[in-house]
Structure formats: C-alpha cells, structure tokens
C-alpha cells in the first residue's frame, strides 16, 4: 500500500515563498502529483513528476527524489487566492494507475 | 460546460436508505474514478473504470456500495443501506490515461446521513 505524509498547516504572507513537504511510503511508485483545493471546491491539478528534479509551471514549482521518497511544491510570489489545501499524491505504477492522496496542507496566505 | 458533472449535489437522506450518485466524465475521458473525502483529510480510492469494465475496487469498500458504467459513458454509485459513517463527499474523476495521470475532478456529491 501507500501512506504519504505532508504537514497539517502552513501560514505564509502575500509576496513570500512557501515549500510544502511530502514523504511517501509507496510499494509501486510511478509519480508524484499536487492538486489544490480551495473550500466547497473540486481538486484542481498543479504538477507532476516522474522522474528526480524540477518541474516548473509559473510561480509554483514541484520537486522529487525518488531515491528519498520526498517531493516538495513551492509556490512563489505567494496571493491571497493561493490560501486552500494542497495534497500531494502517489501515482501506483498498475493499470489503473490510481492517485492516493495525503491528508492535505492547509495554506494561510495573510497580507 | 466540458468538465465532470456530478449530481446530484446534495444528499441528504435517513439511515437505511439508498442513495445513488450519477457522474458525467469528460467525454474523451477512458477512465473514471470515484473517490471519497471527509472533513480534513484527503481523497480516498474508492473504485475504478476503464471502459465500461470495473478493473480496480478499494478493499475498503463494502458490498453495500456498488458502481457501474455502462457503455463506458456516465457511472453510478449507489450506497444502500446508508450508515451515518457513509456522511461524506463522493469525488467523481475523470482522466485520459496519459503519463501525468492527471485527474480531473468534478464538484462532488455531499452525502448526510441522518
């Protein structure tokens, strides 16, 4: 199985720089993914990785070591509308392919 | 509107009951999950669909949930019996099966169970 590991909360302000962690515990790893999810709204997907180093979409960027079993999402120049939850997802290398999700980190983005 | 449609949104019903929840993937979509999310925590794998075939379901599902997708278009879950511990938000999401896997996810349908 599958059990992934972000923290519950993180406070920044507007303008700053924010890393959310993600340790994952996988027995068939095929990539990482983030989605953001604002209250009462659906997941939306930010990024993904296969394989080690960066991906850089805009101001939000995410990182992986495969050989750690850790990932991370930054997100830069940090707006009020960034504040909702951020998971993180371990991608099975199956057929179905199916996304198992963290708990969540909560970001406050204060002016 | 080409994204995922779920309806409907809101369900609430008395314990016992059966509910069922439709899904309108993105059309172009093979795949199709259902997850589900309570308060605080993340998506959980509930069950998925390539086509119309049922290939992958979450061992912690019980034989009170069932879901179908005939002719590999729209899918519905239907939860009979419903126990106060079914309360949640039932994720539908759709993808294309390419590398990043990407899901996308409709609104959701919320069930309280009374």
Same mark, same amino acid.
């Given at each position: 199985g599958q059990s992934l590991e972000q923290p519950s909360e993180v406070t920044a302000v507007e303008g700053a720089i924010v890393q959310i962690n993600c340790t994952y515990q996988t027995s068939g790893f095929y990539g990482l993914s983030w989605y953001q999810q604002h209250d009462g709204g659906a997941p939306t997907f930010l990024s993904y990785n296969a394989l080690d180093g960066l991906e850089e979409t805009g101001r939000f960027s995410s990182f992986l070591s495969r050989s750690d079993s850790y990932g991370y999402l930054l997100l830069q120049e *940090? @707006?009020?509308?960034? +504040?909702a939850s951020y998971f993180c997802a371990v991608r099975a290398?199956?057929?179905?392919?199916k996304s198992t999700f963290g708990d969540g980190t909560t970001l406050t983005v204060k002016p | 509107d080409t994204g995922v449609s779920q309806n409907p949104r809101h369900k609430i019903t008395k314990r016992g009951q059966n509910v069922t929840f439709r899904c309108d993937p993105i059309s172009e979509h093979n795949r199709l999950y259902w997850y589900r999310q309570t308060l605080g925590q993340g998506p959980e794998f509930l069950t998925y669909f390539q086509n119309e075939a049922q290939l992958e379901k979450s061992r *912690? *599902? +019980? $034989?009170r949930f069932s879901a179908e997708r005939p002719k590999g278009s729209f899918s519905t879950l239907e939860i009979q019996r419903?126990? @106060?511990? $079914? +309360?949640a938000m039932y994720l539908c999401a759709s993808s294309s099966g390419l590398q990043t896997g990407e899901l996308f996810f409709g609104e959701g349908s919320r069930l309280t169970v009374l």
């Open positions: *940090l @707006q009020m509308k960034d +504040s290398n199956t057929n179905a392919g | *912690l *599902l +019980s $034989d419903t126990e @106060q511990g $079914d +309360s």
